[in-house]
């Protein structure tokens, strides 16, 4: 498994209760991905839990590109909240 792989990196709780995008939004991201690069990183908690990003980890899987992590210090759970309720829903 390589080390960007999405099952290499557990998903918060919190973040799971989010979907996944679509298949074919998925690769729409990959192809982006790939064009211009990974704008945002992915971020992970101490224990290498991702906690926003999950989405674009898994495009930069498909589209064969290394993804930046960055690593958040502090409660995870209003982070997440933070990251996700205005822009999806559950």
């Known amino acids: 498994m390589s080390r960007n792989s999405p099952a290499t990196y557990p998903v918060h709780p919190a973040a799971a209760i989010w979907p996944m995008l679509t298949d074919d939004e998925l690769d729409s991201m990959a192809a982006d991905i790939k064009a211009n690069g990974l704008q945002t990183a992915i971020v992970l908690d101490a224990e290498g839990r991702v ?18 992590f960055e690593t958040f210090k502090g409660d995870a759970v209003p982070f997440i909240l933070s990251a996700n309720l205005e822009r999806r829903s559950p």
């Open 51 to 68: 906690l926003d990003g999950r989405n674009r980890l898994e495009a930069c899987r498909r589209a064969g590109v290394e993804p930046r």
